[in-house]
């Protein structure tokens, strides 16, 4: 079965800093990685995905991932943090093949970027 | 991009009773999906909704408590019925042009409240 875990409840970065939020996957076959953000009241939004390709994979607001096969990683990354990205973070998964489409989601992760 | 219509946006219900969650589509998509995000934690995949047929449920949720509609490929419903405080949630439709490659989208939730 597929799954998604992201290791870290939460991250605290300063604004300005780097920051990165983890998740790593488990799937039989080949892996459809996406991230999204929720801000509070909202729905979620998407942020970026990797099917194939490029292992680093850029997105919305500046955010970019990595795809590392080899540790089954897709962690979120950004050079340089907004206050702003403050919000909760998605990773989730969908497996390649007749699985019907659904995504399955970590169980996010909250980033605080103080000023 | 697809434009998703959720209604109502929020409510607060009696135990007992049912509630009906509308989604509306800008455009037609292949698949529909309803989650379900209880309170600090992540979304659970309730349901596909299938246009035409019975909907495919995940483990854990049956029909008669969660009977969904989806009469075309724009429009679906998820009713909570004989709800408890245990049904307190946000409840969100997700749509997909494909089933594999392409990122899903989400509509802004419903967030209901059992008293």
Redesign the interface.
Same mark, same amino acid.
């Given at each position: 079965a597929q799954s998604v875990a992201q290791p870290e409840d939460q991250v605290n970065v300063a604004e300005g800093n780097p920051l990165t939020v983890k998740c790593t996957y488990s799937v039989s076959g080949n892996p459809y990685l996406f991230w999204y953000v929720q801000y509070p009241n909202r729905g979620l939004q998407f942020l970026l995905k990797y099917i194939t390709g490029d292992n680093l994979v850029k997105g919305s607001y500046g955010f970019e991932a990595e795809f590392n096969k080899s540790q089954t990683s897709f962690h979120l990354k950004k050079p340089s943090a907004l206050v702003s990205d403050s919000a909760l973070y998605f990773c989730a998964v969908r497996e390649g093949g007749n699985q019907g489409g659904k995504l399955i989601f970590g169980q996010g992760t909250e980033l605080s970027v103080k000023p | 991009s697809a434009v998703?219509s &959720?209604k109502p946006s929020r409510d607060i219900c009696q135990r007992g009773t049912s509630l009906t969650i509308q989604c509306q589509v800008d455009s037609q998509v $292949?698949?529909m *999906?309803w989650y379900r995000q209880q309170p600090g &934690? @992540?979304? $659970?995949?309730i349901a $596909?909704a299938n246009q035409g047929s019975e909907a $495919?449920y995940?483990s854990g949720f049956v029909i008669d408590k969660f009977p969904i509609s989806r009469p075309n490929l724009t429009f679906s419903t998820l009713t909570v019925s004989n709800m408890s405080p245990e049904d307190s949630s946000i409840y969100?439709c @997700?749509v997909?042009r494909? @089933?594999?490659?392409t990122?899903? *989208? *989400? %509509? &802004? %939730?419903t967030?209901l409240t059992v008293v």
């Open positions: - | 998703i &959720q $292949t698949m *999906f &934690q @992540s979304l $659970t995949l $596909t $495919t995940e969100l @997700s997909a494909d @089933s594999e490659v990122e899903a *989208f *989400f %509509g &802004q %939730g967030r």
